[in-house]
């Protein structure tokens, strides 16, 4: 039986939808407490958290993995691949991204990029382990068996790296550079020193492609575009209709 692929869930796309739905049962599990006996708040609750954990688990995941389908064919629509572009995915995770262009490829290849992986076997780094493959899903390993699994792993290549370092790649090498969520996660001053790598290793009319939040705490979409834009880069944002808080910021050299 062939396994089935893992790609997981952004941590912050988690994060949020599951403190905004813990409020709401805290608020409501509140006024039960008060104007109702113990017994039918423990019944109640009881059947709060089973249709929690059922909207969780299995509704969030079809749900989001629908939205993500879309996205993706969005992304391999502006990327307009001719099939022997040598493409880069920074902060790759589960090789989302990788692999759906890696299968619009034949003769090119795709790189993917990502500066997690486990060092220590300590109870604290298994259990973190452990949520990051079975659920987030984030991890190189996951990436390279999702790989193989889409038969596209002769045409995939995952290497951990950590983008705010010089990367080990020559001048004007990568044809496309994409990624998801993961600029707005860099450190400020870390990210102009990212986009300048960006340039230096994306090729004359190479194309950048970043679905990334619009704005959130101490980063805005418009500081890469500004960046690129100030470079003589033709840059658009497309919105997204999928993940109304994000975009895709295009741009091509």
């Known amino acids: 039986m062939k396994n089935k692929t893992n790609y997981g869930f952004p941590l912050s796309y988690i ?105 220590s076997v300590n109870l604290k780094t298994q259990i973190a382990t452990t949520i990051k493959t079975n659920f987030i899903g984030n991890t190189l390993k996951n990436a390279k068996e999702n790989a193989k699994i889409e038969n596209v792993a002769n045409k995939c290549k995952f290497i951990e790296s950590d983008i705010t370092n010089p990367l080990d790649f020559k001048d004007e090498y990568f044809d496309i550079i994409v990624s998801s969520q993961l600029i707005y996660c860099i450190n400020k001053n870390n990210r102009h020193s990212v986009f300048q790598e960006i340039d230096r290793i994306l090729k004359k009319n190479g194309k950048i492609i970043f679905f990334e939040s619009k704005s959130f705490l101490n980063w805005n979409i418009d500081e890469a575009k500004n960046f690129f834009k100030n470079k003589g880069y033709k840059t658009k944002i497309f919105q997204s209709n999928e993940f109304k808080t994000c975009c895709i910021l295009f741009g091509k050299k």
Do not use: C, H
């Open 15 to 119: 994060f949020f939808r599951a403190i905004f739905l813990l409020l709401i049962a805290l608020i409501l599990l509140a006024l039960m407490i008060i104007v109702t006996p113990i017994y039918i708040v423990f019944l109640i609750s009881l059947f709060s958290i089973s249709i929690f954990a059922y909207y969780l688990i299995i509704q969030f995941k079809k749900q989001f993995l629908e939205k993500r389908g879309t996205l993706l064919k969005k992304i391999i629509e502006i990327a307009d691949l001719k099939g022997d572009e040598n493409v880069l995915d920074i902060g790759t995770g589960s090789g989302f991204l990788a692999i759906g262009l890696s299968n619009y490829l034949k003769n090119g290849k795709t790189i993917g990029l990502d500066k997690y992986s486990i060092k």
